[in-house]
């Protein structure tokens, strides 16, 4: 270990290509197959010293949630494929078993540093015997049978605390098969493992072109084998367990972890794999969650079919091009349900290709931009004192590249606690502040006994510059100081209309009968000692019932086929929606998403290929946008331009949040957001956060932590040639549209988030939009609307006097203008255009206004529109033309352009 | 879990490190607050670490940290004594003029020099005399946006804790932002990614987007021209250029020809490939 520390490893090596997360290439290029061996051994000696160091912080963040055993080893078992000039090495038929023999048999070295003990060499040969049928019923006979050499690996490993599992090479240069094992000192970790690495054996020469296929396939058939009883008989279950909680199974938790950021083609990103590691261990992203939660994923298919992945791995292998067809996968998956069961091929109630779009780990499409996830682990042992809803909420915060890596990234949070009526707690001073360090922070909050022992739901917003991820725990649930034992179903209800003299209640039915009727208390519910054998895996229905005097109404029900151990369930009332528009017009749009889309893959929402999509977002801290594929795929209360040739139906389904305050996180400059509800919310309707800080008003906020206006889109005229709008207006708004993207700038330097608050909290509802007069400070003495009409579109601008106005720019009182991409815009012109121009209270004063995007030849109106106050005098005058009027309310100027731009200025006198 | 305790041990140790000091904050003495942090176990210092100004002296709370201690006006230097092998750090702090929060002072085994570049955001230009603060050792970028902070706490043997250091840096007209180190030291020095600092002075929101753009010169020419742009021959979109002087398109990844016409001036065409939707050109003209 200690000349381990002394340099810095790398699992690059020469010739090395990654290709699955677990699968290492190795380019032998014209050498002997001897050399092949060399090169294999030394691959496999550095890809054992780098899993150490790769995992070693995730055991780290593993023990910090009391999840990790440290005398049971992560367990990635790889593939190393040996090839020349880019092509795999053919696997070869070995002594006189066929290509197509269904049997594997493994071949052990009795002497040499290739073997192993007797006693481990029988252990090992026991494990396989005992566990092949199950094998074979499970994860399907092998695809390619013969004789697989199993090779003593230990002497190349460097860590014992974080040995990666077994290897296993199609062709170890020499013509052979070959699995590389360590020794374990745990039997279960070892019996674990050799399965895994054996059914990777079982693969035959094409993987799945996808971790979530490769890896969740494999993992998930691995739990299903261990937890047979006939198939490992010799090891204790319990530790089994361990070992399947510290690197395959989340399946308590799998609800709440189930959020966007997993997606991805690969679980390690290329650049975190290739790159130098610090023998400190690189916290490599997000991996360990992927592994375990793609295992989860399939695991959820066997519960409910246990043949599902060998009729799944049989079909593949008949259509091995397949490997990288995301929607030919899917089609397998569905048609593998169809023939399990053809009266109902579903799995959690909905067909394949719907149940794997809300699996967020299923995404397999790479997709740019930052990615926030968090992890809240309920802390349920060494409980004391208040602790009542104790839990640790880890964050991992990264940017995705277009190209696939991943760059960890530091941040600061302010995290936000919420109780069940949307009142923001503090836990403790210490929870206040989140500090982020190479992608990774947590808070361990207690939220405390607030109302003699009810329950309550907490929704947790964790924001980052402009992300924000939320998630809903049961505080009081699951374990507190003095209640014992954990809680076996829990979790919250969210989106329930709130209904006097009436209460709620989640029911568990399995195997066709009631087995738990859980009460809801202020949206939190757990149970302990309801359920038989309470912590069997099985398929559940749940239901959210809402109880009336004299009735019954279901509000939910969902099908969820439950791992072993407890349960969390995040249940959502009206959950699901659609940003629906019906069609997307042609040309730019600025649009927002009231719904969380349960697909990433942007092209495909609109209709496009990937090179003809054109999409953007504003990236502030770049002073940019983020064209595609660089920008973030569409997010619930984000904005975008879109640019479409052609009209295109669009209609995106997603996570919705409706009846619920929903969040939306600003970083310090213009943000495109809009509402993440889906319905008109007006100002007067979100409060805003600004770190630790209590909750204000938007009112309150505009001039010190937000810009004083913020803007909607209007779209231009057509292009002359594409004949569809190409640009357009900035223009101020007063509420924010479901759909419609909105320019809003963030003064707050270290971020703010923005609470969008439903009309009807719990009931769904849709208001129209209602416009507010623009913010009128006490102290504006007089103000005046100069608006400008040509070609039925109108822009305006403000002028106006106030007590507290200076000649500089004033926060509280100026605001700059839109600019103009080739839109119509009127603009007051002072130390830079503004739409909102504000002077001290002066006898005499003259405003200069400019007005861009005029068509030659077409006729304008200039409309005077005094709001406060009065002036003894105005003249208005058109700057081209030298043509001057006196001004009062409603005086309109005609005006033919004679250029596209053109100056006016009005003079104000005798203001009171 | 017991966070009552925790909470009377920072009770006790304030009231502890208030008798150290000889009494309460006078006019002309103020109290400076603050947590010294180990890099080898991402958390409080433990033994506890003695702060000492002048003659005055208070120790940190063995469970978080934390210590208060009463300086006199004017104080620029906290001396942190660890009491363990880690030895004796001196941390640098602006004049105290008011109680003050120092923030965290992180100690190690070893010490280190951590340099970086302080950029802006927008243009990667340097931004100069940036307040930089890491470890709890300050320092300010110098004309190239460059910082040199010495004698940072660090750790070979517990990297993490070291990576687990949060730094900010400052500067007038920009937005904060934090940053940390993600390699280890070479020769005793770490150099930090480059700092992005975002200007805090932009009041106009930004333009649409566009892939590819230009300026019209001169700019007494430049309203009204009319830009047009051609993919195979065909004219496919056309921006009229107002008072800003400039031209914008929004277009898929391909070959484009721009022309250029204000009345009777033209400028020449001019030719432009985007490999990708997410490059961005400038394609400038000069009307004759």
């Known amino acids: 270990m200690t000349a381990l520390r002394t340099f810095l490893v790398s699992i690059s090596l020469i010739g090395i ?63 190393v494929i040996l090839t020349q000039n880019g092509v795999p090495l053919s696997t070869p038929k070995i002594r006189g078993f066929s290509r197509d023999a269904s049997d594997i048999t493994l ?47 230990d002497a190349q490993i460097g860590d014992r605390d974080a040995v990666g599992g077994g290897l296993y090479l199609p062709n170890n240069g020499s013509g052979v098969r070959e699995i590389r094992f360590p020794v374990y000192s745990s039997q279960e970790a070892a019996g674990v493992n050799f399965i895994h690495t054996i059914l990777l054996a079982y693969q035959g020469t094409t993987p799945y072109g996808f971790d979530a296929y490769e890896e969740g396939i494999v993992r998930a058939a691995t739990m299903k084998i261990v937890r047979t009883a006939p198939a490992v008989p010799t090891l204790d279950q319990d530790l089994v367990e361990r070992v399947l909680e510290n690197s395959y199974d989340v399946a308590p938790q799998y609800d709440w972890f189930n959020q966007r950021a997993l997606g991805g083609p690969k679980f390690i990103a290329s650049n975190l794999v290739n790159q130098p590691l610090p023998v400190g261990g690189s916290l490599g992203g997000l991996y360990l969650l992927r592994f375990q ?102 964050t991992a915060f990264f940017q995705t590249k277009a190209n696939g890596d991943e760059l960890l990234l530091n941040g600061t949070s302010y995290p936000i606690f919420w109780d069940s009526d949307f009142n923001r707690l503090s836990p403790s001073t210490q929870d206040e502040k989140m500090d982020i360090a190479g992608a990774y922070g947590s808070v361990a909050p207690n939220f405390t006994n607030q109302n003699g022992g009810v329950p309550y739901r907490v929704a947790v917003d964790i924001p980052v510059l402009d992300q924000v991820q939320r998630v809903y725990v049961p505080a009081g649930s699951i374990s507190t100081a003095t209640s014992g034992t954990e809680s076996y179903i829990y979790g919250t209800v969210i989106g329930a209309p709130n209904v006097p003299s009436t209460s709620l209640i989640v029911r568990i039915i399995a195997n066709g009968g009631t087995f738990a009727d859980i009460p809801v208390n202020t949206g939190a519910f757990g149970v302990k000692t309801t359920l038989i ?92 946008y983020d064209l595609y594929p660089d920008s973030e795929p569409f997010k619930v209360g984000l904005g975008y331009f879109v640019r479409v040739p052609a009209a295109t139906p669009f209609n995106v389904p997603g996570r919705s949040t409706t009846g619920v305050p929903t969040s939306v996180t600003l970083r310090p400059g213009w943000n495109l957001i809009t509402t993440p509800l889906n319905e008109t919310v007006q100002t007067t309707s979100i409060l805003t956060l600004r770190s630790f800080n209590l909750p204000v008003t938007f009112a309150e906020s505009l001039g010190t932590d937000l810009g004083l206006d913020f803007f909607a889109f209007i779209r231009s005229a057509n292009d002359p040639f594409s004949g569809v709008p190409e640009n357009g207006t900035f223009t101020p708004a007063t509420a924010f549209a479901p759909g419609q993207g909105y320019l809003v700038r963030c003064l707050a330097p270290e971020g703010l988030t923005l609470l969008f608050q439903p ?17 009128t400070p006490a102290t504006t003495h007089w103000r005046l609307k100069f608006q400008v009409q040509g070609e039925s579109r109108t822009t305006e601008a403000y002028v106006m006097q106030s007590t507290v106005a200076t000649r500089g720019f004033d926060r509280k009182l100026d605001s700059g203008s839109p600019p103009t991409i080739g839109g119509f815009q009127v603009s007051s012109i002072a130390s830079e255009n503004l739409y909102r121009d504000a002077r001290p209270v002066s006898g005499n004063e003259t405003y200069t206004l400019k007005v861009d995007g ?11 529109n005094p709001e ?45 | 879990m017991n966070r009552i305790l925790l909470g009377l041990f920072a009770i006790l140790g304030l009231l502890l490190a208030g008798c150290g000091g000889g009494g309460g904050p006078t006019a002309s003495t103020f109290t400076v607050s603050g947590r010294v942090l180990s890099v080898v176990s991402d958390g409080p210092v433990n033994p506890s670490a003695r702060i000492q100004v002048g003659a005055t002296t208070a120790t940190t709370n063995a469970a978080d940290g934390s210590f208060s201690i009463v300086v006199p006006s004017g104080t620029t230097s906290l001396t942190v004594d660890t009491l363990s092998s880690f030895g004796v750090f001196v941390f640098t702090i602006p004049p105290v003029t008011a109680d003050t929060d120092a923030g ?181 003209a000069t009307l004759n």
Request: hydrophobic share 40%.
């Open chain 1, 868 to 912: 406060i106050g009065n002036a003894t005098r105005m003249t208005l005058t058109n700057v081209t033309d030298r043509k001057s009027i006196p001004g009062k309310a409603g005086t309109r100027m005609t005006f033919v352009a004679k250029a596209t731009t053109q100056m006016f200025t009005l003079n104000v006198q005798g203001v009171r």
């Open chain 1, 293 to 394: 939660m793609s295992g989860t994923a399939w695991e959820k298919l066997l519960i409910e079919y246990p043949t599902f992945i060998s009729q799944f791995n049989a079909a593949f292998y008949a259509q091995p091009a397949l490997a990288n067809d995301a929607a030919g996968l899917m089609g397998i998956g569905q048609q593998v349900l169809t023939n399990l069961r053809p009266g109902d091929p579903t799995v959690e109630g909905l067909g394949f290709i719907e149940w794997a779009k809300r699996q967020c780990i299923l995404e397999t499409h790479n997709t740019a931009g930052l990615k926030l996830l968090v992890q809240p682990i309920p802390i349920t042992s060494n409980l004391s004192g208040t602790d009542f809803g104790v839990f640790l909420f880890q």
């Open chain 1, 107 to 153: 071949q052990f070295d009795s002497t040499g540093a290739g073997a192993f003990s007797q006693t481990y060499r029988d252990f090992l040969q026991a494990i396989f015997d005992n566990a092949k049928t199950t094998m074979n019923t499970v994860f399907g006979p092998p695809a390619l049978g013969g004789v697989v050499h199993v090779l003593n690996y």
């Open chain 1, 759 to 775: 009309a009807t909290p719990g009931i769904r509802g849709k208001k129209a939009a209602v416009v507010l007069p623009p913010t």
């Open chain 1, 17 to 79: 290509a990654v290709a699955q997360t677990n699968t290492i290439k190795i380019e032998l290029g014209s050498s002997r197959s001897a050399d092949g061996k060399a090169l294999a051994d030394a691959a496999s000696r550095k890809l054992a010293t780098n899993l150490s160091a790769l995992t070693k912080t995730a055991r780290q963040q593993l023990a910090r949630g009391g999840r990790y055993h440290p005398d049971i080893p992560l367990s990635l078992p790889s593939r």
């Open chain 1, 854 to 864: 005029l068509r030659i030849g077409k006729t304008y109106s200039v409309i005077l």
């Open chain 1, 533 to 624: 054998d309470p912590l069997a895996n099985r398929p559940l229905t749940v239901q959210v019932i809402q109880v009336g005097p004299s009735n019954q109404q279901i509000l939910l029900t969902r099908q969820v086929n439950k791992g072993v151990g407890p349960i969390a369930l995040d249940l959502r009332v009206n959950g699901e929606d659609a940003f629906n528009p019906g069609t997307l017009p042609a040309g730019v749009s600025l649009i927002g998403f009231p719904v969380d889309p349960f697909s990433s893959y942007v092209p495909g929402m609109l209709g496009l290929s990937d090179a003809a999509t054109l999409v953007a977002r504003y990236n502030s801290s770049r002073a940019a």
């Open chain 2, 104 to 284: 965290d002072l992180w100690v190690g085994p070893e010490k280190v020099t951590v340099t970086g570049t302080v950029r802006n955001s927008t243009d990667s230009t340097p931004v100069a005399n940036a307040a930089v603060s890491f470890g709890g050792v300050l320092g300010k970028t110098n004309a190239n946006g460059v910082f040199t902070l010495a004698n940072v706490a660090y750790s070979t043997d517990s990297i993490q804790g070291f990576f687990s250091v949060v730094g900010s840096a400052r500067a007038t007209g920009f937005f904060a932002s934090n940053f940390s180190a993600t390699q280890p030291a070479v020769s005793s020095v770490v150099t930090v990614d480059d700092i992005l600092l975002t200007p805090s002075t932009d009041t106009t929101p930004p333009p649409g987007p566009y892939n590819i753009w230009g300026r019209i010169n001169p700019s007494s020419l430049a309203a009204g021209t009319l830009v047009t742009l051609s993919q195979s021959g065909n004219a496919i979109r056309q921006f009229t250029v107002g008072s800003d002087g400039k031209y914008f398109f929004w277009v898929p990844a391909g070959t484009y020809t721009i022309s250029f016409a204000n009345g009777a001036h033209t400028a020449p065409n001019q030719n432009v490939t985007l490999a990708q939707q997410n490059q961005v050109v400038e394609k400038d």
